[in-house]
């Protein structure tokens, strides 16, 4: 037998073993019926919930943002991606809740205003939402999500001449 054979005899079925090693271990640690992909790095673990989040599979990313913020929990973008499946899932008073802790870490993060606005619209609390539009507005006066969700709030309450 060459050399050349007599490697690839021994090393073939080490390879095969542990690639299938590395794709059990990944396969179990993702959530129950989740993507087939494994990410440690926040970045990834954000993606993947929102790649969840518009699959229409909240729960699942509501996994995948609790895996990032175990790494960081002052990521703020993971506490505002995680606050919008909430919503999705008819929990905005807890939705709320993860608004405001991406707001006490940075107070002029739009995102975190616009959703907690709309959060706040949804639960019936117009006026406190049009605040946040308000806040949203004065730190970038071309923020579209905050001008018509303000516009909205502000109609529903008959202010259509300040909506306008």
């Not at 991606?81 to 802790?101: M, S």
């Not at 109609?155 to 300040?162: I, K, Q, V």
Request: charged content about 30%.
């Amino acid at each position: 037998m060459t050399r050349g054979v007599y490697l690839f005899v021994i090393c073939a079925p080490i390879t095969i073993l542990v690639l299938f090693s590395v794709l059990l271990f990944n396969y179990t640690s993702v959530p129950k019926n989740g993507l087939f992909i494994y990410a440690t790095d926040i970045e990834s673990l954000i993606e993947q919930g929102n790649t969840a989040y518009d699959l229409g599979r909240s729960e699942e990313a509501v996994q995948y943002y609790d895996r990032a913020l175990a790494i960081d929990p002052e990521d703020t973008e993971a506490l505002v991606d995680k606050g919008l499946a909430l919503e999705d899932l008819n929990r905005t008073e807890e939705a709320v809740q993860y608004y405001d802790k991406a707001l006490a870490i940075d107070p002029e993060d739009t995102d975190a205003l616009d959703s907690k606005g709309e959060a706040l619209y949804n639960l019936d609390r117009t006026e406190e939402a049009i605040q946040l539009f308000d806040r949203a507005l004065a730190i970038d006066p071309e923020d579209t999500e905050a001008l018509v969700d303000k516009g909205l709030a502000l109609e529903d309450l008959n202010r259509t001449e300040e909506a306008v």
